[in-house]
């Protein structure tokens, strides 16, 4: 699948006409751990031509696990991505086959996540974490042919709620600062005390 996605700063007024007009979905806490290499070629963070991560999900007390990887610039308006679940008591297995990929270390990154669904976009409010409170809005496209349809519906929607944007260089200027205050650590000093 191809994703494309947008992302702005979360306002109340935006949060309260999502709240009256569209299809509220799920609201969970959420960790998604961003896999770190020293090799080029393997995922990282941030100036990297891949993207992985452990996303940790709690609704009602019930944790699920998930791996995600994407492939281009993180900032970039659509990218192709791979998902695949797996079994939050056996996260060794995956953290095995992640080192024997290359990954070094691990970003963690705490969340509240709700989701909504307006005119076939996925519209993911996340609160209280490292970034500050921000909406991405999201379009699961089958192939290359359909991305520049779903990016003009998707600026379409952002022109028509009054939405801002944040810029590439602006999202990944903060990504960076968030990498360079909080960098890469062991897996096993992540505090995964609330995703048991």
């Known amino acids: 699948m191809i994703e494309i996605e947008q992302r702005g700063y979360l306002t109340v007024d935006f949060k309260n006409w999502l709240e009256g007009n569209a299809e509220k979905v799920d609201e969970y806490e959420q960790i998604n751990v961003f896999c770190e290499s020293d090799q080029d070629s393997v995922a990282g963070f941030v100036d990297k031509k891949y993207t992985m991560s452990v996303v940790l999900t709690k609704r009602k007390g019930v944790v699920t696990g998930e791996a995600k990887m994407k492939k281009g610039d993180i900032g970039a308006d659509s990218r192709q991505e791979y998902r695949f679940d797996f079994d939050p008591d056996d996260i060794d297995s995956l953290l095995g086959i992640l080192e024997t990929l290359g990954i070094t270390g691990y970003c963690p990154r705490y969340y509240q996540r709700t989701d909504y669904k307006y005119r076939g976009f996925d519209i993911s409010l996340k609160e209280n974490g490292l970034l500050a409170d921000h909406f991405e809005i999201e379009l699961g496209v089958g192939d290359e042919l359909k991305v520049e349809e779903g990016k003009e519906a998707m600026n379409d929607f952002i022109l028509e709620r009054g939405l801002q944007i944040l810029a590439k260089d602006e ?26």
């Open 171 to 196: 999202y990944e200027s903060i990504l960076q600062k968030i990498y360079k205050d909080n960098p890469p650590v062991p897996w096993e000093e992540i505090d995964l005390s609330r995703f048991r």
